[in-house]
Protein backbone atom coordinates (compact mmCIF):
# COMPACT_ATOMS: atom_id res chain seq x y z
CA UNK A 1 0.00 0.00 0.00
CA UNK A 2 1.19 3.20 -0.80
CA UNK A 3 1.30 6.17 2.06
CA UNK A 4 -1.31 7.90 -0.31
CA UNK A 5 -3.54 4.71 -0.08
CA UNK A 6 -3.33 5.12 3.56
CA UNK A 7 -4.33 8.47 4.00
CA UNK A 8 -7.95 8.68 4.82
CA UNK A 9 -8.27 11.76 7.28
CA UNK A 10 -5.95 14.21 8.33
CA UNK A 11 -5.33 12.47 11.96
CA UNK A 12 -3.29 9.98 9.70
CA UNK A 13 -0.37 12.08 9.28
CA UNK A 14 0.06 11.86 12.53
CA UNK A 15 2.01 8.75 12.60
CA UNK A 16 4.59 9.45 9.65
CA UNK A 17 7.81 10.76 9.87
CA UNK A 18 9.21 14.11 8.12
CA UNK A 19 10.91 11.77 5.56
CA UNK A 20 7.57 9.79 5.19
CA UNK A 21 5.98 13.12 4.53
CA UNK A 22 8.51 13.96 1.59
CA UNK A 23 7.96 10.77 0.22
CA UNK A 24 3.97 11.33 0.33
CA UNK A 25 4.14 14.91 -1.15
CA UNK A 26 6.23 13.05 -4.13
CA UNK A 27 3.26 10.26 -4.18
CA UNK A 28 0.41 13.28 -3.93
CA UNK A 29 2.28 14.97 -6.98
CA UNK A 30 2.85 12.24 -8.97
CA UNK A 31 -0.97 10.65 -8.93
CA UNK A 32 -1.84 14.42 -9.43
CA UNK A 33 -0.43 14.62 -12.58
CA UNK A 34 -1.78 10.91 -13.58
CA UNK A 35 -5.18 11.79 -12.78
CA UNK A 36 -5.94 15.38 -13.19
CA UNK A 37 -4.48 15.06 -17.27
CA UNK A 38 -7.14 12.12 -17.73
CA UNK A 39 -10.16 14.82 -16.61
CA UNK A 40 -8.28 18.24 -17.01
CA UNK A 41 -8.55 20.79 -14.30
CA UNK A 42 -6.21 23.11 -12.34
CA UNK A 43 -2.94 21.09 -12.27
CA UNK A 44 -0.46 24.20 -11.84
CA UNK A 45 -1.77 25.26 -8.63
CA UNK A 46 -2.74 21.73 -6.23
CA UNK A 47 1.06 20.76 -7.33
CA UNK A 48 2.25 23.74 -5.95
CA UNK A 49 0.50 23.71 -2.60
CA UNK A 50 1.39 20.01 -1.88
CA UNK A 51 3.50 21.00 1.49
CA UNK A 52 1.83 23.46 2.56
CA UNK A 53 -1.79 21.79 2.57
CA UNK A 54 0.02 18.90 4.23
CA UNK A 55 1.54 21.24 6.59
CA UNK A 56 -1.78 23.35 7.88
CA UNK A 57 -3.39 19.73 7.86
CA UNK A 58 -0.79 18.04 10.04
CA UNK A 59 -0.66 21.64 12.33
CA UNK A 60 -4.36 21.73 12.57
CA UNK A 61 -7.37 19.68 13.19
CA UNK A 62 -9.98 19.76 10.79
CA UNK A 63 -12.83 20.38 10.68
CA UNK A 64 -12.66 21.63 14.35
CA UNK A 65 -10.37 24.33 12.97
CA UNK A 66 -11.87 25.80 9.98
CA UNK A 67 -9.60 25.77 6.88
CA UNK A 68 -10.81 28.35 4.12
CA UNK A 69 -9.60 28.31 0.85
CA UNK A 70 -9.52 31.63 -1.17
CA UNK A 71 -11.14 30.70 -4.97
CA UNK A 72 -10.38 27.38 -4.21
CA UNK A 73 -9.01 25.66 -6.91
CA UNK A 74 -6.16 24.52 -5.20
CA UNK A 75 -7.73 22.36 -2.75
CA UNK A 76 -7.15 18.99 -4.53
CA UNK A 77 -4.29 18.45 -2.31
CA UNK A 78 -6.92 18.85 0.72
CA UNK A 79 -9.31 16.69 -1.04
CA UNK A 80 -6.65 13.98 -1.22
CA UNK A 81 -6.02 14.38 2.53
CA UNK A 82 -9.79 14.09 3.99
CA UNK A 83 -10.74 11.11 2.35
CA UNK A 84 -11.37 11.79 -0.80
CA UNK A 85 -9.12 9.92 -3.53
CA UNK A 86 -10.76 8.62 -6.54
CA UNK A 87 -10.48 11.68 -8.75
CA UNK A 88 -11.98 9.42 -12.08
CA UNK A 89 -14.69 11.83 -12.59
CA UNK A 90 -13.29 14.83 -11.22
CA UNK A 91 -15.60 17.41 -12.32
CA UNK A 92 -17.79 15.60 -14.03
CA UNK A 93 -21.56 14.55 -13.29
CA UNK A 94 -20.96 12.83 -9.99
CA UNK A 95 -17.91 12.75 -9.41
CA UNK A 96 -15.61 15.17 -6.89
CA UNK A 97 -15.92 18.80 -7.65
CA UNK A 98 -13.15 21.13 -8.76
CA UNK A 99 -13.52 23.60 -5.94
CA UNK A 100 -14.34 22.75 -1.62
CA UNK A 101 -17.84 22.02 -2.01
CA UNK A 102 -20.26 21.12 1.49
CA UNK A 103 -22.50 18.64 0.01
CA UNK A 104 -18.71 16.06 -0.61
CA UNK A 105 -17.42 16.72 3.27
CA UNK A 106 -17.33 18.72 6.84
CA UNK A 107 -13.63 19.97 5.93
CA UNK A 108 -15.42 22.08 2.98
CA UNK A 109 -16.69 25.09 4.34
CA UNK A 110 -16.18 27.90 1.05
CA UNK A 111 -17.58 26.76 -1.79
CA UNK A 112 -17.80 30.34 -3.52
CA UNK A 113 -14.61 29.98 -6.34
CA UNK A 114 -14.40 33.92 -6.81
CA UNK A 115 -11.17 35.31 -5.34
CA UNK A 116 -10.20 37.69 -2.42
CA UNK A 117 -13.01 36.50 -0.33
CA UNK A 118 -11.31 34.12 2.11
CA UNK A 119 -9.68 36.61 4.53
CA UNK A 120 -13.83 38.15 5.17
CA UNK A 121 -15.03 34.47 5.54
CA UNK A 122 -12.43 34.29 8.22
CA UNK A 123 -12.54 37.37 10.01
CA UNK A 124 -16.44 36.03 10.46
CA UNK A 125 -15.67 32.65 11.37
CA UNK A 126 -13.39 33.38 14.30
CA UNK A 127 -15.65 36.23 15.37
CA UNK A 128 -18.17 33.63 15.78
CA UNK A 129 -16.14 31.12 17.37
CA UNK A 130 -14.75 33.94 19.93
CA UNK A 131 -18.20 35.18 20.82
CA UNK A 132 -19.94 32.01 21.25
CA UNK A 133 -17.12 30.54 23.87
CA UNK A 134 -15.44 28.36 20.74
CA UNK A 135 -12.08 29.93 22.06
CA UNK A 136 -10.06 26.46 21.32
CA UNK A 137 -11.11 26.55 17.89
CA UNK A 138 -8.73 28.41 14.97
CA UNK A 139 -9.67 29.74 11.56
CA UNK A 140 -6.71 29.13 8.84
CA UNK A 141 -7.34 31.01 5.69
CA UNK A 142 -5.38 30.23 2.35
CA UNK A 143 -5.26 32.92 0.56
CA UNK A 144 -2.86 33.58 -2.68
CA UNK A 145 -0.73 36.72 -3.83
CA UNK A 146 -2.84 37.10 -6.88
CA UNK A 147 -5.86 37.42 -4.58
CA UNK A 148 -4.23 40.49 -2.22
CA UNK A 149 -4.17 42.60 -5.66
CA UNK A 150 -8.61 42.78 -4.49
CA UNK A 151 -9.99 45.25 -2.21
CA UNK A 152 -11.95 42.77 -0.36
CA UNK A 153 -8.77 40.98 1.01
CA UNK A 154 -7.56 44.46 2.08
CA UNK A 155 -11.31 45.61 3.70
CA UNK A 156 -11.06 42.22 5.49
CA UNK A 157 -7.12 42.56 7.09
CA UNK A 158 -8.33 46.42 8.00
CA UNK A 159 -11.09 45.02 10.47
CA UNK A 160 -9.38 42.03 11.83
CA UNK A 161 -6.24 43.99 12.44
CA UNK A 162 -8.90 45.87 14.49
CA UNK A 163 -9.34 42.97 17.10
CA UNK A 164 -6.65 40.83 18.07
CA UNK A 165 -7.40 38.19 20.56
CA UNK A 166 -8.74 35.78 17.70
CA UNK A 167 -7.07 32.26 16.80
CA UNK A 168 -7.48 33.77 12.90
CA UNK A 169 -3.80 32.48 10.86
CA UNK A 170 -3.57 33.44 7.59
CA UNK A 171 -1.39 31.80 4.87
CA UNK A 172 0.13 33.71 2.31
CA UNK A 173 0.77 31.26 -0.51
CA UNK A 174 3.41 33.46 -2.59
CA UNK A 175 4.11 31.99 -5.82
CA UNK A 176 4.36 35.36 -7.69
CA UNK A 177 1.19 34.62 -10.08
CA UNK A 178 -2.58 34.72 -9.73
CA UNK A 179 -3.69 33.37 -13.45
CA UNK A 180 -0.92 34.47 -14.92
CA UNK A 181 2.22 36.53 -13.08
CA UNK A 182 0.35 38.53 -10.61
CA UNK A 183 1.14 42.50 -11.41
CA UNK A 184 0.43 45.73 -9.31
CA UNK A 185 2.82 47.20 -5.95
CA UNK A 186 2.15 44.49 -4.29
CA UNK A 187 3.61 41.64 -6.66
CA UNK A 188 6.42 44.24 -7.18
CA UNK A 189 6.93 43.94 -3.09
CA UNK A 190 6.51 40.37 -3.19
CA UNK A 191 8.86 39.63 -5.50
CA UNK A 192 11.67 41.78 -3.71
CA UNK A 193 11.08 39.57 -1.10
CA UNK A 194 11.55 36.57 -3.05
CA UNK A 195 14.37 37.83 -4.65
CA UNK A 196 16.46 40.23 -2.21
CA UNK A 197 20.05 38.68 -1.91
CA UNK A 198 20.37 39.58 1.29
CA UNK A 199 17.80 36.98 2.59
CA UNK A 200 19.12 34.72 -0.35
CA UNK A 201 22.80 34.36 0.30
CA UNK A 202 22.36 34.18 4.38
CA UNK A 203 19.87 31.02 3.60
CA UNK A 204 22.10 29.47 1.22
CA UNK A 205 25.33 30.21 3.02
CA UNK A 206 23.24 28.73 6.43
CA UNK A 207 22.45 25.53 5.00
CA UNK A 208 26.09 24.91 3.43
CA UNK A 209 27.53 25.31 6.91
CA UNK A 210 25.64 22.70 8.32
CA UNK A 211 26.02 20.29 5.49
CA UNK A 212 29.74 20.28 6.23
CA UNK A 213 28.88 18.32 9.62
CA UNK A 214 27.04 15.77 7.66
CA UNK A 215 24.35 14.09 8.50
CA UNK A 216 24.56 15.37 12.47
CA UNK A 217 24.85 19.14 11.27
CA UNK A 218 21.70 18.61 8.63
CA UNK A 219 19.67 17.52 11.57
CA UNK A 220 20.57 20.53 13.49
CA UNK A 221 19.47 22.31 10.99
CA UNK A 222 16.20 20.88 10.73
CA UNK A 223 15.72 21.89 14.41
CA UNK A 224 16.51 25.58 13.71
CA UNK A 225 15.35 26.26 10.11
CA UNK A 226 11.90 28.02 11.91
CA UNK A 227 14.33 30.17 14.13
CA UNK A 228 16.34 30.87 11.22
CA UNK A 229 13.42 31.44 8.62
CA UNK A 230 12.39 34.69 11.68
CA UNK A 231 16.35 35.57 12.20
CA UNK A 232 16.59 36.26 8.21
CA UNK A 233 13.05 38.02 8.04
CA UNK A 234 14.81 40.86 9.84
CA UNK A 235 16.75 41.65 7.01
CA UNK A 236 13.77 41.69 4.32
CA UNK A 237 12.22 43.95 6.11
CA UNK A 238 9.09 42.26 4.97
CA UNK A 239 7.18 43.21 8.55
CA UNK A 240 6.68 46.90 6.87
CA UNK A 241 3.91 45.58 5.25
CA UNK A 242 2.15 44.55 7.82
CA UNK A 243 3.59 47.11 10.58
CA UNK A 244 0.86 49.35 10.00
CA UNK A 245 -2.51 46.45 10.36
CA UNK A 246 -0.80 45.64 13.76
CA UNK A 247 -0.77 41.93 12.76
CA UNK A 248 1.79 39.56 13.31
CA UNK A 249 4.37 38.61 10.59
CA UNK A 250 5.88 34.62 10.06
CA UNK A 251 8.09 34.65 7.31
CA UNK A 252 8.69 34.46 4.26
CA UNK A 253 8.72 30.52 4.90
CA UNK A 254 10.01 27.56 2.31
CA UNK A 255 6.81 26.34 1.02
CA UNK A 256 7.60 23.14 -0.14
CA UNK A 257 9.72 22.41 3.08
CA UNK A 258 7.51 20.77 5.21
CA UNK A 259 9.03 20.79 8.69
CA UNK A 260 9.63 24.74 7.93
CA UNK A 261 5.89 25.41 7.19
CA UNK A 262 5.03 23.31 10.52
CA UNK A 263 7.76 25.27 12.86
CA UNK A 264 6.05 28.66 11.43
CA UNK A 265 2.71 27.57 11.56
CA UNK A 266 2.74 26.16 15.09
CA UNK A 267 4.80 29.61 16.44
CA UNK A 268 1.16 30.80 14.44
CA UNK A 269 -1.00 28.84 16.47
CA UNK A 270 0.62 29.39 19.46
CA UNK A 271 0.20 33.26 19.47
CA UNK A 272 -2.88 33.70 20.29
CA UNK A 273 -3.83 36.69 17.86
CA UNK A 274 -4.16 37.33 14.47
CA UNK A 275 -0.83 35.62 12.22
CA UNK A 276 0.43 36.12 8.74
CA UNK A 277 2.49 33.55 7.21
CA UNK A 278 4.12 34.20 4.41
CA UNK A 279 5.32 30.91 2.40
CA UNK A 280 6.86 31.30 -0.87
CA UNK A 281 6.39 28.53 -3.21
CA UNK A 282 5.96 27.65 -6.84
CA UNK A 283 3.21 26.88 -9.08
CA UNK A 284 3.45 23.76 -10.86
CA UNK A 285 5.95 22.14 -8.40
CA UNK A 286 7.77 18.95 -10.10
CA UNK A 287 6.26 19.13 -13.46
CA UNK A 288 8.38 19.87 -16.18
CA UNK A 289 5.99 20.79 -18.67
CA UNK A 290 4.21 23.05 -16.37
CA UNK A 291 8.07 25.08 -15.33
CA UNK A 292 8.00 25.40 -18.78
CA UNK A 293 4.95 26.83 -19.43
CA UNK A 294 5.79 30.31 -18.81
CA UNK A 295 2.53 32.07 -19.48
CA UNK A 296 0.21 30.19 -16.46
CA UNK A 297 2.03 27.18 -15.36
CA UNK A 298 -0.59 24.78 -16.05
CA UNK A 299 -2.95 26.71 -14.24
CA UNK A 300 -6.18 24.95 -15.98
CA UNK A 301 -5.67 21.76 -18.38
CA UNK A 302 -7.79 19.79 -20.58
CA UNK A 303 -6.98 16.57 -21.54
CA UNK A 304 -3.14 16.09 -21.42
CA UNK A 305 -0.51 13.59 -22.71
CA UNK A 306 0.92 13.44 -18.63
CA UNK A 307 4.33 12.44 -20.06
CA UNK A 308 4.74 15.48 -22.16
CA UNK A 309 1.76 18.33 -21.52
CA UNK A 310 0.68 18.18 -24.73
CA UNK A 311 -3.01 18.84 -24.81
CA UNK A 312 -4.91 15.39 -26.33
CA UNK A 313 -7.80 15.58 -28.34
CA UNK A 314 -9.76 18.56 -28.79
CA UNK A 315 -11.97 20.57 -31.85
CA UNK A 316 -10.90 21.98 -34.92
CA UNK A 317 -13.18 24.69 -34.57
CA UNK A 318 -11.67 28.02 -33.00
CA UNK A 319 -12.74 29.15 -29.78
CA UNK A 320 -15.46 31.65 -28.82
CA UNK A 321 -12.38 33.48 -26.61
CA UNK A 322 -9.96 33.05 -29.86
CA UNK A 323 -12.04 35.08 -32.41
CA UNK A 324 -12.67 37.78 -30.23
CA UNK A 325 -9.06 38.16 -29.94
CA UNK A 326 -7.82 38.39 -33.37
CA UNK A 327 -11.12 40.40 -33.58
CA UNK A 328 -10.22 42.96 -30.93
CA UNK A 329 -6.65 43.74 -32.84
CA UNK A 330 -8.01 44.45 -35.61
CA UNK A 331 -10.70 46.76 -34.29
CA UNK A 332 -7.88 48.51 -32.40
CA UNK A 333 -5.58 48.50 -35.76
CA UNK A 334 -8.36 50.91 -37.13
CA UNK A 335 -9.14 53.12 -33.76
CA UNK A 336 -6.61 54.03 -31.70
CA UNK A 337 -8.95 54.89 -28.96
CA UNK A 338 -10.11 51.36 -28.30
CA UNK A 339 -8.22 49.95 -25.08
CA UNK A 340 -7.98 46.81 -22.97
CA UNK A 341 -8.81 45.88 -19.76
CA UNK A 342 -8.78 42.33 -17.54
CA UNK A 343 -8.93 41.55 -14.20
CA UNK A 344 -5.72 39.23 -14.28
CA UNK A 345 -7.36 37.04 -16.92
CA UNK A 346 -5.19 38.69 -19.95
CA UNK A 347 -4.70 35.21 -21.88
CA UNK A 348 -8.04 33.42 -20.79
CA UNK A 349 -9.99 36.22 -21.91
CA UNK A 350 -8.33 36.75 -25.03
CA UNK A 351 -6.90 39.97 -24.86
CA UNK A 352 -3.13 38.73 -24.75
CA UNK A 353 -2.76 39.24 -28.73
CA UNK A 354 -3.63 43.21 -28.45
CA UNK A 355 -1.57 43.39 -25.04
CA UNK A 356 1.53 41.84 -27.54
CA UNK A 357 0.77 44.59 -30.44
CA UNK A 358 -0.18 47.40 -28.33
CA UNK A 359 1.44 46.78 -25.33
CA UNK A 360 0.67 50.40 -23.67
CA UNK A 361 -3.05 50.06 -24.71
CA UNK A 362 -3.86 46.99 -22.62
CA UNK A 363 -4.46 47.17 -18.56
CA UNK A 364 -3.95 44.42 -16.42
CA UNK A 365 -5.57 45.37 -12.98
CA UNK A 366 -5.33 42.06 -10.67
CA UNK A 367 -8.13 40.92 -9.06
CA UNK A 368 -10.30 43.67 -9.14
CA UNK A 369 -13.33 43.65 -11.08
CA UNK A 370 -14.87 46.76 -9.47
CA UNK A 371 -11.35 48.99 -9.99
CA UNK A 372 -11.33 47.88 -13.65
CA UNK A 373 -14.82 48.83 -14.08
CA UNK A 374 -14.63 52.40 -12.86
CA UNK A 375 -10.76 52.75 -14.05
CA UNK A 376 -12.77 51.69 -17.63
CA UNK A 377 -15.16 55.15 -17.11
CA UNK A 378 -12.69 57.24 -16.05
CA UNK A 379 -10.94 56.04 -19.24
CA UNK A 380 -14.07 56.91 -21.42
CA UNK A 381 -13.55 60.18 -20.02
CA UNK A 382 -10.75 61.03 -21.02
CA UNK A 383 -11.48 59.95 -24.90
CA UNK A 384 -10.79 56.16 -25.17
CA UNK A 385 -13.24 53.63 -25.62
CA UNK A 386 -12.31 50.91 -23.40
CA UNK A 387 -13.01 47.01 -23.73
CA UNK A 388 -13.04 45.46 -20.59
CA UNK A 389 -12.72 42.07 -20.92
CA UNK A 390 -13.95 39.30 -17.90
CA UNK A 391 -15.52 36.12 -17.38
CA UNK A 392 -19.37 36.83 -17.24
CA UNK A 393 -19.34 35.43 -13.29
CA UNK A 394 -17.12 37.91 -12.43
CA UNK A 395 -19.62 41.13 -13.93
CA UNK A 396 -21.41 40.30 -10.70
CA UNK A 397 -18.41 41.53 -8.91
CA UNK A 398 -19.02 44.70 -10.12
CA UNK A 399 -22.80 45.63 -10.75
CA UNK A 400 -22.47 48.68 -8.78
CA UNK A 401 -20.08 50.55 -10.93
CA UNK A 402 -21.41 49.36 -14.31
CA UNK A 403 -24.54 51.18 -12.74
CA UNK A 404 -23.27 54.25 -11.19
CA UNK A 405 -19.70 54.61 -12.91
CA UNK A 406 -20.38 53.95 -15.98
CA UNK A 407 -24.30 53.94 -17.21
CA UNK A 408 -24.88 56.77 -14.85
CA UNK A 409 -22.15 59.15 -16.65
CA UNK A 410 -23.28 58.07 -20.32
CA UNK A 411 -19.50 56.11 -20.62
CA UNK A 412 -19.04 54.14 -23.54
CA UNK A 413 -17.74 51.12 -22.06
CA UNK A 414 -17.52 47.62 -23.99
CA UNK A 415 -18.05 45.13 -21.70
CA UNK A 416 -16.88 41.43 -23.27
CA UNK A 417 -18.17 38.50 -21.11
CA UNK A 418 -16.32 35.12 -22.24
CA UNK A 419 -17.94 32.01 -20.56
CA UNK A 420 -21.04 33.05 -20.61
CA UNK A 421 -24.11 31.02 -20.06
CA UNK A 422 -23.50 27.23 -18.96
CA UNK A 423 -20.18 26.38 -18.31
CA UNK A 424 -20.17 22.98 -16.96
CA UNK A 425 -17.10 21.50 -14.98
CA UNK A 426 -16.15 24.26 -12.96
CA UNK A 427 -19.82 24.19 -10.79
CA UNK A 428 -22.40 26.83 -9.63
CA UNK A 429 -19.85 29.80 -8.85
CA UNK A 430 -18.63 29.18 -12.70
CA UNK A 431 -21.71 29.64 -14.92
CA UNK A 432 -22.49 32.74 -16.22
CA UNK A 433 -26.04 32.37 -16.04
CA UNK A 434 -26.67 35.72 -13.90
CA UNK A 435 -25.23 38.68 -16.38
CA UNK A 436 -28.54 38.98 -18.40
CA UNK A 437 -30.88 39.80 -15.75
CA UNK A 438 -28.46 41.38 -13.18
CA UNK A 439 -27.15 44.36 -16.25
CA UNK A 440 -30.50 44.36 -18.37
CA UNK A 441 -32.24 46.50 -15.72
CA UNK A 442 -29.41 48.69 -16.34
CA UNK A 443 -30.73 52.40 -17.83
CA UNK A 444 -29.29 52.67 -21.82
CA UNK A 445 -27.22 49.41 -21.68
CA UNK A 446 -27.42 47.17 -24.57
CA UNK A 447 -26.90 43.75 -24.44
CA UNK A 448 -25.78 41.49 -27.29
CA UNK A 449 -25.23 37.58 -27.94
CA UNK A 450 -23.28 36.37 -30.77
CA UNK A 451 -24.81 33.29 -32.08
CA UNK A 452 -21.44 32.49 -34.21
CA UNK A 453 -17.87 33.82 -35.07
CA UNK A 454 -19.17 36.30 -37.70
CA UNK A 455 -21.93 37.10 -35.48
CA UNK A 456 -19.11 37.91 -33.15
CA UNK A 457 -17.54 39.76 -35.12
CA UNK A 458 -19.96 42.15 -36.29
CA UNK A 459 -21.77 42.89 -32.83
CA UNK A 460 -18.40 43.79 -31.70
CA UNK A 461 -18.06 46.41 -34.17
CA UNK A 462 -20.96 47.69 -33.51
CA UNK A 463 -19.92 47.94 -29.89
CA UNK A 464 -16.86 49.78 -29.72
CA UNK A 465 -18.95 52.29 -32.24
CA UNK A 466 -21.21 52.94 -29.54
CA UNK A 467 -19.86 56.38 -27.65
CA UNK A 468 -22.45 57.35 -25.05
CA UNK A 469 -23.59 53.97 -22.97
CA UNK A 470 -22.79 50.41 -21.60
CA UNK A 471 -22.39 47.88 -24.40
CA UNK A 472 -22.07 44.26 -23.74
CA UNK A 473 -20.92 41.43 -26.19
CA UNK A 474 -21.49 37.66 -24.20
CA UNK A 475 -20.05 34.63 -25.79
CA UNK A 476 -20.04 30.77 -24.48
CA UNK A 477 -17.28 28.80 -23.82
CA UNK A 478 -15.36 26.39 -25.79
CA UNK A 479 -15.42 26.50 -29.64
CA UNK A 480 -17.93 27.73 -31.88
CA UNK A 481 -20.79 26.58 -33.27
CA UNK A 482 -21.87 26.35 -37.25
CA UNK A 483 -22.32 29.42 -39.53
CA UNK A 484 -25.91 29.62 -39.20
CA UNK A 485 -26.79 32.15 -41.97
CA UNK A 486 -30.44 34.36 -42.33
CA UNK A 487 -32.96 34.48 -44.58
CA UNK A 488 -32.89 38.14 -43.79
CA UNK A 489 -32.44 40.82 -41.72
CA UNK A 490 -35.02 43.44 -40.37
CA UNK A 491 -34.32 46.71 -40.87
CA UNK A 492 -33.32 46.99 -37.18
CA UNK A 493 -31.17 44.36 -37.73
CA UNK A 494 -33.04 41.59 -36.09
CA UNK A 495 -32.29 37.97 -38.07
CA UNK A 496 -34.70 35.75 -39.10
CA UNK A 497 -33.33 31.99 -39.80
CA UNK A 498 -36.25 30.06 -40.63
CA UNK A 499 -39.79 31.96 -41.64
CA UNK A 500 -42.56 29.41 -42.14
CA UNK A 501 -45.58 30.15 -44.55
CA UNK A 502 -47.88 29.39 -41.33
CA UNK A 503 -47.40 31.58 -38.95
CA UNK A 504 -47.70 29.74 -35.76
CA UNK A 505 -44.74 29.52 -33.39
CA UNK A 506 -42.23 32.22 -32.95
CA UNK A 507 -38.89 30.88 -31.54
CA UNK A 508 -36.68 34.16 -30.30
CA UNK A 509 -33.16 32.89 -29.75
CA UNK A 510 -30.49 34.48 -27.70
CA UNK A 511 -26.66 33.97 -28.85
CA UNK A 512 -25.56 30.27 -29.05
CA UNK A 513 -29.34 29.07 -28.75
CA UNK A 514 -30.55 29.62 -31.89
CA UNK A 515 -29.03 26.46 -33.26
CA UNK A 516 -31.34 25.06 -30.68
CA UNK A 517 -34.23 26.94 -31.94
CA UNK A 518 -33.51 25.61 -35.85
CA UNK A 519 -33.85 22.02 -33.83
CA UNK A 520 -36.86 22.81 -32.91
CA UNK A 521 -38.50 24.47 -35.66
CA UNK A 522 -37.64 21.32 -37.87
CA UNK A 523 -39.17 19.16 -35.18
CA UNK A 524 -42.34 20.92 -35.32
CA UNK A 525 -42.62 21.51 -38.88
CA UNK A 526 -42.61 17.77 -39.37
CA UNK A 527 -45.75 18.12 -37.46
CA UNK A 528 -47.18 20.77 -39.59
CA UNK A 529 -46.52 23.43 -36.90
CA UNK A 530 -45.45 26.83 -38.88
CA UNK A 531 -42.23 27.95 -36.46
CA UNK A 532 -40.10 31.30 -37.53
CA UNK A 533 -36.96 31.76 -35.70
CA UNK A 534 -35.05 34.87 -34.99
CA UNK A 535 -31.82 35.85 -33.81
CA UNK A 536 -32.34 39.36 -32.23
CA UNK A 537 -28.54 39.95 -31.96
CA UNK A 538 -29.10 42.74 -29.57
CA UNK A 539 -31.41 41.07 -26.95
CA UNK A 540 -31.63 44.63 -25.41
CA UNK A 541 -33.72 46.59 -25.92
CA UNK A 542 -35.81 44.65 -27.42
CA UNK A 543 -35.67 45.28 -31.01
CA UNK A 544 -39.21 46.83 -32.31
CA UNK A 545 -39.09 44.25 -35.12
CA UNK A 546 -39.15 41.48 -32.47
CA UNK A 547 -42.64 42.99 -30.90
CA UNK A 548 -44.23 43.08 -34.27
CA UNK A 549 -43.55 39.37 -35.07
CA UNK A 550 -44.41 38.41 -32.30
CA UNK A 551 -48.17 40.11 -33.22
CA UNK A 552 -48.50 37.72 -36.62
CA UNK A 553 -47.67 34.39 -34.65
CA UNK A 554 -49.98 32.81 -32.29
CA UNK A 555 -47.33 31.77 -29.72
CA UNK A 556 -43.79 32.76 -28.82
CA UNK A 557 -41.11 31.04 -27.57
CA UNK A 558 -37.78 32.49 -25.92
CA UNK A 559 -35.06 30.52 -25.51
CA UNK A 560 -31.29 31.49 -23.01
CA UNK A 561 -28.77 29.85 -21.72
CA UNK A 562 -29.08 32.96 -18.86
CA UNK A 563 -31.26 32.44 -15.52
CA UNK A 564 -35.15 32.60 -16.49
CA UNK A 565 -36.13 35.03 -13.74
CA UNK A 566 -35.67 38.29 -15.34
CA UNK A 567 -34.21 37.09 -17.92
CA UNK A 568 -34.48 38.27 -21.88
CA UNK A 569 -37.89 35.71 -21.88
CA UNK A 570 -39.57 38.46 -19.35
CA UNK A 571 -38.15 41.50 -20.97
CA UNK A 572 -40.17 40.49 -24.08
CA UNK A 573 -42.91 39.77 -22.27
CA UNK A 574 -43.36 43.08 -20.49
CA UNK A 575 -42.69 44.65 -23.94
CA UNK A 576 -45.02 43.09 -25.54
CA UNK A 577 -47.32 43.74 -23.23
CA UNK A 578 -46.73 47.51 -23.29
CA UNK A 579 -47.26 47.39 -26.81
CA UNK A 580 -51.03 46.14 -26.56
CA UNK A 581 -49.77 42.66 -28.22
CA UNK A 582 -51.31 39.77 -26.09
CA UNK A 583 -49.71 36.66 -28.07
CA UNK A 584 -49.09 34.12 -25.45
CA UNK A 585 -45.14 33.43 -24.21
CA UNK A 586 -43.38 30.47 -23.11
CA UNK A 587 -40.30 31.78 -21.61
CA UNK A 588 -37.15 28.97 -21.53
CA UNK A 589 -34.02 29.40 -19.62
CA UNK A 590 -31.86 27.99 -16.40
CA UNK A 591 -34.16 27.47 -13.25
CA UNK A 592 -33.24 29.99 -10.71
CA UNK A 593 -30.76 27.75 -8.86
CA UNK A 594 -27.37 26.98 -8.48
CA UNK A 595 -26.19 24.23 -10.94
CA UNK A 596 -23.84 21.50 -10.12
CA UNK A 597 -20.90 20.49 -11.91
CA UNK A 598 -21.03 18.73 -15.21
CA UNK A 599 -21.05 19.23 -19.06
CA UNK A 600 -23.09 21.59 -20.66
CA UNK A 601 -24.98 19.35 -22.93
CA UNK A 602 -25.92 17.25 -19.50
CA UNK A 603 -26.83 20.37 -17.44
CA UNK A 604 -28.90 21.81 -20.41
CA UNK A 605 -30.64 18.35 -20.43
CA UNK A 606 -31.30 18.03 -16.89
CA UNK A 607 -32.96 21.64 -17.21
CA UNK A 608 -35.01 20.68 -20.04
CA UNK A 609 -33.09 22.69 -22.74
CA UNK A 610 -33.57 20.25 -25.19
CA UNK A 611 -34.96 20.58 -29.31
CA UNK A 612 -37.20 16.82 -27.76
CA UNK A 613 -38.52 18.61 -24.57
CA UNK A 614 -38.91 21.90 -25.84
CA UNK A 615 -41.12 20.68 -29.38
CA UNK A 616 -43.17 18.05 -26.84
CA UNK A 617 -44.25 21.23 -25.00
CA UNK A 618 -45.07 23.41 -27.89
CA UNK A 619 -47.09 20.85 -29.15
CA UNK A 620 -48.92 19.99 -25.71
CA UNK A 621 -49.62 23.96 -25.73
CA UNK A 622 -51.08 24.14 -28.98
CA UNK A 623 -53.31 20.18 -28.74
CA UNK A 624 -57.16 21.27 -29.35
CA UNK A 625 -56.33 24.18 -31.69
CA UNK A 626 -56.73 24.52 -35.29
CA UNK A 627 -53.45 22.52 -35.64
CA UNK A 628 -53.77 18.95 -35.71
CA UNK A 629 -51.74 16.65 -33.70
CA UNK A 630 -52.30 13.09 -35.12
CA UNK A 631 -49.78 11.39 -32.55
CA UNK A 632 -47.47 11.81 -30.20
CA UNK A 633 -44.07 13.72 -31.25
CA UNK A 634 -41.82 10.88 -32.18
CA UNK A 635 -38.11 10.46 -31.46
CA UNK A 636 -36.04 10.60 -34.25
CA UNK A 637 -36.22 13.58 -36.43
CA UNK A 638 -36.12 11.20 -39.51
CA UNK A 639 -39.49 9.82 -38.38
CA UNK A 640 -40.70 13.14 -38.08
CA UNK A 641 -40.05 13.91 -41.19
CA UNK A 642 -41.44 10.92 -42.78
CA UNK A 643 -44.78 11.57 -40.54
CA UNK A 644 -44.79 15.51 -41.65
CA UNK A 645 -44.45 14.62 -45.66
CA UNK A 646 -47.93 12.27 -45.03
CA UNK A 647 -49.63 14.75 -42.93
CA UNK A 648 -52.78 16.12 -45.59
CA UNK A 649 -52.21 19.82 -46.83
Known sequence: MSLLESIHGPRDLDALSTEQLVELAAEIREFLIAEVSKTGGHLGPNLGVVELTMAVHSVFDSPNDAIVFDTGHQSYVHKLLTGRQDFSRLRERGGLAGYPQRSESVHDIVESSHASSSLSWADGISRAFQMTGQKDRHVVAIVGDGALTGGMTWEALNNISDDNSRNLVIVVNDNGRSYAPTIGGMARFLNDVRTRRSYRDLYVSSRRLFDRFGKPGQAIYRGVRGGLHGFLSRFSNNEALYSNLDIKYIGPVHGHDIHALQEALRQAKNYGAPVIVHAITQKGKGYQPALLDAADQFHAVGHIDPETGEPIGGSDRPSWTSVFSEEIVRLADADPTIVGITAAMLRPTGLDKLAAKYPDRVFDVGIAEQHAV??????????????????????????????????????????????????????????????????????????????????????????????????????????????????RRTADGVDVLVEAAHRDVLIVTVGPMAELGLQVAERLAAQGIGATVIDPRWVVPVPRSVVDLAAEHRLVVTIEDGIRVGGIGTRIRQDLREAGVDTALNELGLPDEFLEHGSRAEILEEVGLTPQRIARDVVAQVLGSKIPVARPLPDSVEEQRRLGSERPN
Open 374 to 487: TSAAGLAFGGLHPVVALYATFINRAFDQVLMDVALHKAGVTFVLDRAGVTGPDGPSHHGMWDLAILQVIPNIRLSAPRDATRLREELGEAVAVKDAPTVVRFSKGNVGNELTAV
